[in-house]
C-alpha cells in the first residue's frame, strides 16, 4: 500500500513562505537541502508525518504562475471558528467561514486562506471524514 509523504510548492520567497506556515498552522523545518540551483525545505508538525516541501529556484525574482491546474492543500483543525479568529487577528486575511451543506445537513465547516505566493489552503473542522 503506497503511503502519502508529501506535496511540493514553489515559492518565491523562503523566509516569507517558512515565516506564514509556521505562524498559520505550526509547521516548523523538518529538513533543508541546498543544491547548486534550488534549495528544498520540508516543513511539518507534530500532527501527521505528511511534509510540505517548499522548493525555493535560486535566482527567481518573478512570482509563480499558478495556472488553472492548483487546486489546494488542506488542513483540519478541531476549532474552525477559533483558527479562523486566530488568523483574522495575526493579518493573515482568511476568507469567510463556510457550512457546506449540499443536502441540507453540514458535512464540513471551512474556511479559504492564500500563503504569499498565492497558493490556496482549505482548513476544515475535524470530523466526519476529515480527519
Known amino acids: ?19 506564514f506556515y509556521e505562524q498559520a498552522f505550526g509547521l516548523e523545518v523538518a529538513d533543508r537541502l541546498e543544491f547548486e540551483t534550488f534549495t528544498l525545505v520540508y516543513l511539518r508538525n507534530a500532527e501527521a508525518d505528511f511534509e510540505l516541501e517548499l522548493t525555493v529556484n535560486n535566482g527567481r525574482t518573478e512570482p509563480y504562475d499558478l495556472g488553472d491546474g492548483y487546486g489546494h492543500i488542506a488542513f483540519v483543525v478541531d476549532d474552525v471558528d477559533a483558527e479562523h479568529g486566530r488568523l483574522t487577528a495575526a493579518g493573515l486575511s482568511p476568507r469567510k467561514l463556510v457550512d457546506f451543506a449540499p443536502g441540507g445537513e453540514v458535512i464540513a465547516r471551512f474556511f479559504f486562506i492564500a500563503d504569499p505566493d498565492g497558493y490556496q489552503i482549505e482548513v476544515l473542522k475535524r470530523g466526519g471524514r476529515y480527519r
Open 1 to 19: 500500500m503506497a503511503k502519502a509523504i508529501h506535496s511540493m510548492i514553489r515559492v518565491l520567497d523562503e523566509q516569507r513562505s517558512v515565516r
